[in-house]
């Protein structure tokens, strides 16, 4: 079940101690850039105290990447098809971004599977357009999963930030939201309401980690009190 959905009208989460400088960010995406222009927003309206260190997309062809640069962020591209297998290709990703500096990852409609190397494991996160563990894994990305809802009969879909592991869609669950699904609904309608969600939890799951206050016990991600 959700971890609870906050008021859109709450102000957003206060740290537990201030940090000293922005949480650095690597966001990675492989299309249109819609989860990347919502943190930079949420970022340049002050309600998130972080920055994108590095956007990096796995094609040139991919919208976000013009969208980063006319944002100002810096982007790269390590193109998935000019790389011989997925640990070369993870190998270059991960690369550029300890060159970055950056802290933590943010997956962002990134399509390829990663092999995380040990320095990174515990700094990797994810938006998937469901209510995981259902309808998520390989191939269960943006149209294909709200198909799938929408055809499973569901009254209620979402979203789920959770920590990437070697696998899709498996690691610890951060935060959900939820939003109805509608008689008549079609993908596009399901996937607008759900990515109303997405713009509030990606950024709520960032406060929480860069508060410190997420502690992950198993496959269990426990959101700890303010101050504890």
Do not use: W
Not at 36 to 43: D, E, F, H, K, Q
Not at 142 to 158: E, P, Q, T
């Amino acid at each position: 079940m959700p971890h609870g959905d906050p008021s859109p009208d709450e102000p957003p989460a206060k740290s537990a101690a201030k940090r000293e400088q922005p949480l650095r960010l690597g966001v990675l995406i492989s299309g249109g850039g819609t989860t990347m222009t919502n943190l930079a927003g949420v970022i340049a309206r002050g309600e998130l105290d972080a920055k994108i260190a590095v956007v990096i997309s796995s094609s040139a062809e991919a919208g976000g990447v013009e969208k980063a640069r006319k944002l100002g962020l810096p982007v790269e591209v390590v193109a998935r098809k000019g790389h011989d297998s997925p640990a070369r290709f993870s190998d270059v990703i991960f690369a550029r971004l300890r060159d970055a500096g950056v802290e933590l990852v943010c997956l962002a409609g990134f399509l390829c599977l990663l092999t995380i190397p040990d320095d990174f494991a515990g700094r990797i996160i994810n938006i998937h357009p469901a209510l995981l563990p259902s309808f998520g894994g390989k191939g269960m990305h943006g149209h294909h999963v709200h198909a799938a809802v929408i055809a499973a009969g569901c009254k209620v879909s979402g979203c789920t930030v959770h920590y990437a592991d070697q696998t899709y869609d498996t690691g610890p669950i951060i935060v959900q939201r939820t939003c109805p699904v509608l008689e008549g609904d079609t993908p596009d309608a399901l996937a607008a309401r759900v990515f109303e969600q997405e713009c509030l939890a990606y950024p709520e799951a960032i406060r929480l980690i860069a508060a410190g206050r997420i502690k992950v016990d198993g496959r269990r991600a426990r959101i700890a009190p303010v101050g504890e």
